[in-house]
Structure formats: C-alpha cells, structure tokens
C-alpha cells in the first residue's frame, strides 16, 4: 500500500489546517482545502453538523433493513485490506455492503456510527437522483431548457441548456475556479451572510456566458464534458421551480424517504431556501449505505425511475478532458463512470477521498470517508476485488 504522508504527519497538518479555520471565521475560502496538493477534508468540515438554516430532514416512517453478518473466507481476504487501509491512511470509515447485507464497516476516531459524514460532491449524485424523480414524477423533462424554470438566465448561454446537458455536466460555462466551485471568497461571505442566493450566484454574466472554443468561436451546451458547480447548483434551483417546494425538502421525500434513511439527514441550502445542489449532505454512514442500496436496487428494477438509474450510471459523455476525475473515463448523469480499476462500475465521488461505489453485475457495494484524497487507487483496488466475489 502506498501512502504519501505519515498518520502522524497528516494529523499534525490536518489540525494546523482546523486551527487556521477556526481563527479565521469569516473568510470564505473560494476554493476548497488542501495538504501538500492533495485534496483534504479536515474534521471539522468532515464530521461537522452542518449550519443552522440548513433543513434536517425526517427519518422514513418505515427504514430500509440493513443486516450485519459474519464474512465468509474470500470475503474476510478483502475485508483484511480493507482494515489495513483503515488503519494506515486518512480514512475516516469504510463499508462493504452485499445488497442489504453490511459486511463489514470500520470507523478511525473521532469518527463513529453516530458520526453524520459531509457529502462533498457525493451530493451531485443525490441532487441527479432528486432530478430523476422529478422527471418520472412529470415536473419536468430531460430536454427542459434551464431558462424555462429559471428565467433570470433566460436569453444567456446557460440558460439554453438542458437539464440532460445539465445532468452531463455539458453546459459550456466556464470552470472559474481551478477546484471546479464558481464562487468568490466575497460572494460566498455574501452568501452565508444571507445576503444573496445561489440565484444571484448563477445569473452574474461571467458564469452565464459560455467560455470560448479554441476556434470555432464560443462553446455549445452538449458538446463537451467539463465539471464544475454551475451544473448542479443549477439544477437546484430547478427543482425548487419546477416542484413548487424546495431542493432540500423534495430530495427529503422523494430519495431520503424513498431509501429508508433511518436517521435524520442534513441537507445545506442558502437562506432563501435554494439548495447547494452540488453537494452538501450529511448522513449516518448507515444510512450513505441505504442510499447507496435503494440506488442499486432502482437499477435492477423496472419502470420509469428504473430506466433512469440505468442512464444515469452509464457513461452518457466522455471525460476527455481529465482535468479533474483523472481515474474514470466516462461521466453518467452527475455519476462517475468507467473506473480504471474497474470498468463496469459507476460511482459518487466527493472532494477529499468521499465515495460510494456501484457496478452492474451484482449488488456488492463500497461506502467510504476520508480526510485527505491520497490513497483512491488502493479504494479502487479493493472495490474491484470486492465486486468480483462470486455472489
């Protein structure tokens, strides 16, 4: 296993990180944190509870069933790894789930079972299943343009495309910040403060205008992949029009509910009730696990949610690219496709080491939470061993 930085290094420069955000409350960081290069997730924003306008959600009257059983002999080999890794990289909990069976789970402290679990961008993947339901639900369509429900943009570039263009993270805008998040440290400020909305944030011209093409002039919806925030956020905002209730409130019902979380979850969204729809959860890792099953239980199904699960976890746009994603050659909708390791899995990937794992043959599953994003290939490694346990 390869490791880049001692535990006792990484904890030393996690907590100088946690103390410079502590002393500095009000800056806003337009882009995200990290250690030596590598995209890190300190505590406090990994195990935190979130702010106090975000909507805590309701448990499901009825939670979906989660049973722990003993691994058998080729399960326990690949579960052996998965403590090793627990024990010598930044990883905060790991899961392995075989359909509704936990087979085995670990935390490293301060981390628990009573822990909720920052999301990142494992958010985008809820925000794409929250989309999906609204389109089997009939509130919209794949082929809606985002001027149609959000008419602040109408007549920009982003406003032509479409919710799929959206979904493919295809909307020719440009990246702004070299992390993929679009705001700046005085507009996130303003944001938190409640002074603007992610509205405000999306209709400012230098996100709505589409970035320039090397030499066909300016960059069409559709044409290429390019990840960033103004996808999702917007997708957000879409939801709360086109549903006529808000991000955090639908996703609420029709996914957390939907999936039998049997906790409360945490959903971030502005002071105006607008989403952060390209990820801001927080979640039990019990219940990341019943996300992840009702996931992977909608795509072995039928119907009209089913066939878009199905879409969703295929490659739907070439991650040509790379700048970011650098170990998957496809993007779904909002989804990871194509892993190097392992080519017939799909995946949520989150900022700083946050993933859950899929594939299309069986049901065996991966939940993990990290501080610092260094030791992926070793998940990958484990998740393509793990998914070829013979059922």
């Not at 996300?291 to 795509?299: D, P, R, T």
Request: hydrophobic fraction near 40%; glycine fraction near 8%; include cysteine.
């Amino acid at each position: 296993m390869i490791v880049r930085l001692t535990q006792q290094a990484l904890q030393v420069q996690l907590a100088h990180l946690e103390l410079l955000l502590l002393l500095l409350p009000s800056i806003s960081f337009s882009q995200l944190p990290t250690i030596d290069g590598i995209a890190a997730a300190p505590d406090d924003w990994l195990l935190g509870q979130g702010q106090k306008w975000h909507h805590r959600t309701v448990p499901a009257n009825e939670p979906a069933a989660l049973l722990v059983r003993m691994p058998n002999s080729a399960e326990e080999r690949v579960i052996e790894r998965a403590k090793e890794i627990i024990k010598k990289s930044s990883a905060k909990s790991l899961m392995l789930m075989k359909g509704n069976e936990v087979v085995w789970s670990g935390y490293r402290e301060p981390a628990n079972a009573s822990s909720f679990f920052f999301s990142f961008s494992i958010g985008k993947t809820v925000t794409s299943m929250a989309i999906g339901q609204a389109i089997c639900a009939g509130k919209l369509s794949l082929q809606d343009k985002a001027e149609k429900w959000v008419t602040e943009i109408a007549g920009t570039d982003l406003g032509s495309a479409t919710v799929q263009q959206l979904l493919k993270m295809s909307s020719a805008t440009p990246s702004i910040n070299p992390d993929s998040t679009i705001m700046s440290s005085s507009q996130k400020s303003d944001l938190l403060s409640g002074k603007i909305s992610f509205v405000d944030i999306l209709k400012n011209p230098g996100i709505t205008k589409a970035k320039q093409a090397s030499f066909s002039g300016k960059s069409k919806p559709g044409e290429a992949f390019d990840y960033h925030s103004t996808d999702p956020l917007l997708l957000g905002v879409i939801l709360n029009r086109a549903t006529g209730t808000t991000y955090a409130k639908w996703t609420e019902e029709m996914v957390f509910k939907s999936a039998g979380l049997k906790y409360q979850a945490i959903v971030g969204q502005d002071h105006f009730g607008y989403g952060q729809a390209d990820g801001n959860m927080r979640m039990k890792l019990e219940d990341c696990g019943r996300f992840a099953l009702w996931v992977k239980n909608a795509e072995s199904a039928t119907g009209c949610f089913s066939d878009y699960v199905r879409d969703a976890s295929k490659t739907q746009i070439k991650n040509s690219p790379k700048r970011v994603g650098k170990a998957f050659d496809g993007y779904g909708y909002l989804i990871w496709a194509e892993n190097s390791r392992q080519q017939n899995s799909y995946w949520a990937v989150g900022y700083g080491g946050q993933r859950i794992a899929w594939n299309h043959k069986n049901k065996r599953m991966l939940v993990a939470f990290s501080n610092l994003e260094d030791y992926m290939d070793d998940v990958y490694t484990l998740y393509r061993d793990w998914a070829a346990l013979p059922d």
